[in-house]
């Protein structure tokens, strides 16, 4: 496996450092290139005087004055509007960084005039060009000369070095866990299939070192035993050693006094078919990025083996399974009855994502409620669970949706406050009495309705019945606000932030929930 190598990240006050060979500037305005930044504004003004389209739009200017002479300019465009918010600067930063690469540069200077426009404006800055820089897994495994765009990475900074190195090793955590969530969710369905995504995970971890601890749970005959709702799913696979399922489970323990509790559980399809409701009409191109939910969660562990929080538990799940067709496979009007002694009716085997993290939601919640051990717990789903979810929010944003517990708590908005912040945006949803009508058992014969035989795009409420489902079927449903032990759940759909296919996977809801759980705690 071709090893985490990312570019060297290092801090400098001089935009003209021989360790550079380009300096790349994002802001608004020139205004804001004063002090010794002055001398960009007014190479950065001369240029515009002759070309306009410099004011908005990236451009390469050649000057003696900076790093190897080259000099990119990535206006971010107006930021103090009611429809502004941080990703301007995000994506001027991942923007200038292509152009600079196109320039041949492979250490380039990223500088950032300071302003307080956004709370994590210099974050996201780093961030945004380091998603420039990402090099896919299997390019870095067949062609090693290939694997690193840049070598370098500087950031300028005025002042204050300890906040500038800080800042250093927050974002090399930060993107250390996008990293991981790239590799598993961007590769393929053969090299990402869930053996080798469980040896990628045990090689992430295997350091002596390393905060996180990981164990696999495989077997046809274990998960019918335990996670029923997933073997159905397994089933057209069992006999493929290759393609055979797993659950890879990671926990993190922070030191000192545990206070919160976080369980994680992540949607690994690695790919789908939509098994015997088969994906036809050349839709089923671009599945290998059903598991994205799945590559997150193990991403957000390896920030937390990066940048060690202190005084929380988490615990995560990777819930990786293929959804093939074959003789094997399973099928509508089946009733499978769900570790949470639910009776299940398959409606639509294209619906299997819900069927993977069902039963393992369920496990989560039974560790949930050993209070002592896992103090102030909140359980959370992350999924590319639904097409409607991309016609209801855009194909930018990530759902939340929280039970009432999690409602209450005010955690669906704290983490779309964040996400915000963090150019990781997610939008609220709500689970309404609709829903859960929509998933009750339609006769006597089942308790719940899997799914209906229509898309979720042309279903109403297509992605927040799905999060009903899943409550009722793992029997979330028994510890909401009428119980004595409530549980805090929140369900993340992250089919229109994941990234679009063709191109780079986010890494979403992973800056979002970072912020939430992982930044205060440093």
């Not at 790093?67 to 994506?91: A, E, F, H, M, W």
């Not at 053969?190 to 696999?216: H, K, N, W």
């Not at 689970?431 to 279903?459: H, W």
Request: with cysteine; glycine share 8%; net charge negative.
């Amino acid at each position: 496996m071709a090893t985490y190598d990312p570019p060297t990240l290092a801090v400098t006050t001089n935009t003209a450092d021989a360790s550079y060979d380009s300096v790349v500037v994002v802001t608004d305005s020139t205004d804001k290139l004063t002090g010794t930044l002055s001398n960009l504004k007014t190479i950065v003004d001369n240029y515009i005087s002759v070309d306009p389209s410099g004011s908005s739009s990236v451009v390469l200017i050649v000057s003696d004055a900076v790093s190897g002479s080259k000099l990119i300019y990535s206006p971010t465009g107006p930021l103090n509007r009611d429809q502004d918010d941080v990703r301007r600067i995000y994506d001027a930063a991942d923007t200038g960084i292509k152009r600079a690469l196109a320039a041949g540069s492979t250490k380039p200077l990223l500088v950032r005039p300071p302003d307080a426009v956004f709370v994590d404006a210099d974050r996201c800055a780093l961030l945004g060009a380091l998603h420039a820089l990402y090099t896919p897994l299997e390019i870095r495994e067949a062609r090693p000369s290939d694997s690193k765009k840049a070598t370098d990475l500087g950031w300028w900074y005025a002042t204050d070095s300890v906040a500038a190195n800080n800042l250093i090793t927050l974002v090399e955590g930060l993107e250390a866990g996008r990293y991981a969530s790239r590799d598993i969710g961007g590769s393929d369905p053969e090299r990402m299939a869930p053996p080798r995504v469980a040896e990628y995970v045990e090689s992430l971890f295997s350091d002596a070192d390393s905060a996180v601890t990981v164990t696999i749970t495989q077997g046809h005959s274990t998960f019918e035993a335990d996670y029923p709702l997933l073997a159905a799913v397994n089933r057209a696979c069992k006999d493929i050693p290759r393609h055979q399922g797993r659950i890879i489970w990671l926990t993190y323990q922070g030191e000192g006094t545990i206070d919160k509790t976080l369980l994680l559980v992540g949607k690994g399809i690695c790919y789908d078919t939509g098994g015997a409701d088969i994906k036809a009409g050349g839709v089923m191109a671009g599945m290998h990025r059903d598991k994205c939910g799945a590559a997150s969660v193990a991403g957000f562990f390896r920030i937390l083996d990066k940048l060690r929080p202190k005084g929380i538990r988490v615990q995560g799940a990777m819930a990786m399974v293929r959804n093939s067709v074959g003789s094997q496979c399973y099928v509508a009007d089946e009733i499978i009855t769900s570790r949470a002694g639910c009776r299940v009716r398959v409606g639509n085997t294209d619906a299997e994502g819900r069927m993977a993290m069902t039963d393992v939601l369920c496990a989560m919640k039974e560790r949930a409620l050993d209070t002592e051990t896992n103090p102030d717990a909140t359980i959370s789903t992350w999924a590319t669970l639904t097409g409607h979810v991309i016609i209801a929010h855009g194909d930018q944003y990530s759902a939340v949706l929280g039970n009432g517990p999690a409602c209450d708590a005010n955690i669906p908005q704290d983490l779309i406050t964040n996400g915000i912040d963090m150019a990781d945006p997610c939008q609220l949803s709500t689970i309404m009495r609709e829903d859960y009508d929509f998933a009750k058992g339609k006769s006597e014969y089942e308790d719940v309705l899997q799914c209906n035989n229509e898309p979720s795009s042309k279903t109403p409420r297509g992605h927040q019945f799905p999060a009903a489902f899943m409550i009722l079927a793992s029997g979330l449903d028994q510890y909401g606000k009428q119980s004595a032990t409530p549980l805090k759940y929140v369900h993340v759909d992250v089919a229109g932030s994941a990234g679009p296919f063709p191109g780079i996977p986010t890494g979403a809801p992973l800056l979002a929930f970072a912020k939430t759980y992982i930044i205060d705690r440093l």
